[in-house]
């Protein structure tokens, strides 16, 4: 089991604190031993003192000594009424090391006393003070050795340190494979399924079914179910739309061809003499030079290579007069008057082609939205020019958006303004402005119409292109 993972390291601190709890139990229990062990021979030496004193004193000096013997003592004093009195006695073999009085002793001092005794090999001699028992007095002092209790008191802690240990190791143990059945099975469930899961993230069954009984652990599976589920249908979208995007690439490329040759026979037409003929000509050219570009475009697009704009200086009015006649509806469609706002003498710097493109999206589809509800309307083409660039405004009095197209507005595939559409007209237009280091930007947009307005710098900084 390596250190570093969750079980070891749970192992590491099960072990820490077995040891904690050993020391914390085996302190306490060397010092009551101690104390108790004092409190006997104070009690066994009174015992013996009283015996004595039903004897009015007199007493052979082997029986005195059997008696001390007995009490594990060298003298004892005992206090009544107020008198101090020598009952026992018997020969010290050396002088008094330290006094201990038991009467009011805290804790932590019998804590203390018990290592003191512990780490000291020498055998003294010590005097303890207590009270004895069934008020046979008032204090009763004994003097007695150390050695003896010392001998006992390790004795027990080795038998104490055994008992707990095998608790706590049991207890440990206990806890260790609990803790690791509730936790660490499930989170090595929870990484073995991500680690399927990442080996085929399109294979719907790898996703997680989330069992934990813990409830932080299936509240982690749950969202994890949930992430792996909209990866996949994410993975599915995006291999349908690669799919779409090689069939539109095909299709533009056979279409740019028919395109090319329909231009072919279009420039013939310039050479006739009929004038009707000779003014549509033009705006035919215009119509198929701008589809075989749509095509190249929707080529570059599918790459993910949409060329830089090529910059020029033109009246911008007159590329605003070019859309608006490009997007004149049928006679039978509904009324929509076009208003422009547009100085003849505003110039403005940016790629001609691209950004009719812009415009006419812009102008296309909110001539569609007023067209869906078979009703009049305006469609007003506004521009002007600030410090810090040029603006263009195109806002209509249609129906305004949908909530799903405000959501994934500049979304390709996803934010479509009418049933049925791809939203690529806008995502291409918010494209191409960012190319010119500019911004396309929705104003508003609600049941009394809607406003879209671009803003192109005069400096041209063009936005680096997205990776992949």
């Known amino acids: ?9 749970f192992l590491i601190l099960t ?13 306490p229990g060397l010092a009551n031993f101690r104390e108790s062990y004092l409190q006997t021979r104070l009690e066994r030496a009174q015992i013996a003192s009283l015996a004595l004193l039903t004897t009015d004193q007199m007493i052979e000096p082997d029986l005195e000594t059997e008696l001390l013997a007995n009490a594990g ?31 009011e002793t805290p804790p932590w001092v019998l804590v203390r006393d018990a290592l003191a005794l512990l780490i000291d090999p020498e055998n003294h001699v010590i005097r303890v003070i207590g009270d004895p028992v069934q008020k046979g007095g008032l204090v009763i002092e004994v003097t007695m050795q150390t050695g003896p209790m010392r001998i006992e008191m390790i004795e027990y802690g080795l038998r104490l340190l055994a008992l707990s240990a095998a608790v706590s190791v ?20 929870v990484v073995a399924h991500m680690s399927a899961y990442a080996e085929a993230p399109e294979d ?20 994890l179910a949930s992430m792996q589920r909209q990866l996949t249908a994410a993975l599915k979208q995006k291999e349908r739309l690669a799919q779409l995007g090689q069939a539109v690439a095909k299709i533009s490329h056979d279409l740019r061809n028919i395109l090319t040759t329909a231009q072919l026979f279009a420039d013939r037409m310039e050479d006739s003499q009929d004038p009707a003929v000779q003014r549509a000509a033009p705006k035919l050219m215009n119509s198929i030079g701008r589809a075989v570009n749509l095509c190249e475009t929707t080529l570059a697009f599918g790459r993910a290579e949409e060329p830089p704009p090529t910059l020029s200086r033109f009246a911008l009015a007159a590329l605003v007069t070019e859309v608006v006649e490009g997007e004149q509806p049928p006679a039978e469609a509904a009324q929509i ?16 082609e691209q950004l009719y493109r812009v415009i006419s999206n812009l102008v296309r589809n909110a001539r569609q939205a007023i067209e869906a509800t078979a009703k009049p309307g305006t469609i007003e083409i506004g521009a002007g020019e600030e410090p810090e660039g040029w603006w263009i405004r195109v806002q209509d009095t249609g129906p305004g958006l949908p909530m799903r197209a405000r959501e994934h ?18 995502a291409i237009s918010a494209e191409l402005v960012r190319g010119h280091g500019g911004r396309l930007e929705l104003v508003r947009t609600d049941e009394t119409g809607t406003e879209f307005k671009l803003h192109l710098p005069h400096e041209f900084s063009p936005e680096p292109a997205p990776a992949g």
Not at 16 to 22: D, G, K, M, P, S
Not at 338 to 352: K, N, Q
Request: charged share 20%.
């Open 1 to 9: 089991m390596a250190i570093n993972t969750l079980s070891g390291r």
């Open 15 to 27: 072990t820490i604190f077995v040891v904690l709890a050993e020391v914390l139990i085996l302190l």
């Open 73 to 103: 003592v060298y003298n004892v004093v005992l206090r009544r009424d107020a008198v101090r009195q020598l009952v026992l006695s018997s020969p010290i073999p050396s002088q008094i090391a330290a006094s201990y009085d038991l009467r």
């Open 170 to 189: 049991i207890t440990a143990l206990l806890l260790f494979f609990l803790v690791r059945r509730l936790m660490v099975v499930p989170i090595k469930r």
């Open 204 to 223: 719907a069954r790898r996703i997680i079914a989330p069992e934990a009984r813990i409830e932080e652990l299936r509240v982690a599976e749950e969202a």
């Open 337 to 352: 008057d076009f208003v422009t706002d547009v100085p003849p003498a505003l110039e403005i710097r940016a790629d001609h």
């Open 409 to 426: 507005l500049f979304q390709p595939f996803a934010g479509g303004v009418k049933k049925g559409g791809t939203g690529l007209g806008l």
